[in-house]
């Protein structure tokens, strides 16, 4: 690299450079890994505060690098949205999360609902529907007994890019839909509507310390009676205490998922926590 007076620009390229050496490496090791479908997927329960009945279960894609170990969601999917990789990514984990689901059901093992993670990348795919419809029906798992958890700015891309109407349409096949991290985004009440969404989760960072934080208790108390009213159920996430499990329940929330209930699991793991846990 040329050198422009003194050392810090080229100690900064250098950084660059290394960043961008990492970024490509992860790529091709993201690639090699989607040709050999070698993610995986954990599952998380979520239960109901009144009665501990599980509700749903959320899926969550897992990546085990051969030299660099379990890779995080929050480090991957970022490249992987960048290079274009998310959408292939997206298909493995929902494919294999509705294969597992599906044997749930056909076992009578009680799951709620089987919710799995969507980008706006997989979701503006053009035959993403056709896609859920098809690994739905291959698999044999009622399309009721899916959710798909989408953030509040996906939902907002509206009908220009056509999102709104392919939700409706998987929606009105009977899949249900969830505003994932509500209250981070651009909430607008509008969309919080009975006949677009079933269901709110609340996001963690206002679940998390709730009892000590007078202003998270009155947020999710907030969001709770306006759900309520509308006729949206709504989970709380990341409850990782007795103390956040005994503020949600006085707060009337209906359902809730985090450390405090269960891990995410391997589908073998979670599969015996279903099984125990079947009144
Ligand atoms: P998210 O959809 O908000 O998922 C919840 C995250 O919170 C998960 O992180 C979960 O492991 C974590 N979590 C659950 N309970 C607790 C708790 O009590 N305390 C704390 N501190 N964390 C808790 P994870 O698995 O690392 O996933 C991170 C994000 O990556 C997800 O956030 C989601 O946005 C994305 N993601 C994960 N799997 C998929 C996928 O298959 N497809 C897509 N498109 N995105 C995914
Ligand atoms: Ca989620
Ligand atoms: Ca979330
Ligand atoms: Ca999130």
């Known amino acids: 690299a040329k050198k422009v007076g003194g050392g810090s620009l080229s100690f900064f390229s250098e950084a660059l450079r290394h960043e961008l050496d990492n970024r490509k490496q992860l790529e091709h090791d993201i690639r090699i890994a989607i040709s050999e479908k070698a993610f995986q997927v954990y599952f998380q329960p979520q239960v109901s505060l009144s009665d501990g009945t599980i509700g749903g279960i959320e899926a969550l894609v897992r990546w085990k690098h051969a030299e660099r170990g379990m890779i995080a969601p929050g480090d991957f ?3 992987a949205e960048k290079c274009g990789l998310m959408a292939e990514i997206g298909r493995i984990v929902i494919a294999k999360a509705i294969s597992e689901a599906a044997e749930w059901n056909r076992a009578g093992i009680a799951f709620g609902r089987l ?6 990348t997989e979701l503006r795919q053009p035959d993403f529907d056709s896609f859920l419809f098809d690994t ?7 399309p009721e007994k899916l959710s798909l958890e989408i953030v509040e700015s996906v939902i907002l891309d509206d009908e220009k890019t056509g999102i709104a109407a392919k939700l409706r349409h998987i929606r009105a096949a009977g899949v249900h839909l969830e505003l994932d991290d509500f209250g981070t985004g651009y909430a607008s009440l509008s969309h919080v509507n009975p006949n677009e969404i079933d269901r709110l989760k609340i996001d963690r960072r206002f679940v998390q310390n709730i009892n000590e934080n007078g202003d998270n208790s009155k947020i999710v108390r907030a969001i709770t ?3 309520r009213g509308l ?3 709504i989970v709380a ?3 990782e ?5 005994d503020s949600l329940m006085a707060i009337g929330c209906d359902q809730v998922q ?3 209930i269960a891990f995410p699991m391997p589908q073998d793991k979670a599969r015996e926590w279903l099984v125990a846990r079947a009144p």
């Open 237 to 239: 996430e990341g409850a």
């Open 225 to 227: 009676e306006l759900a």
């Open 231 to 233: 006729g949206i159920s």
């Open 136 to 142: 739905l029906e291959k698999a044999g798992l009622p």
């Open 77 to 79: 999917i970022p490249v």
């Open 258 to 260: 985090g450390y405090s």
């Open 241 to 245: 205490t007795e103390a956040e499990l």
């Open 115 to 120: 919710a799995v993670n969507v980008s706006g």
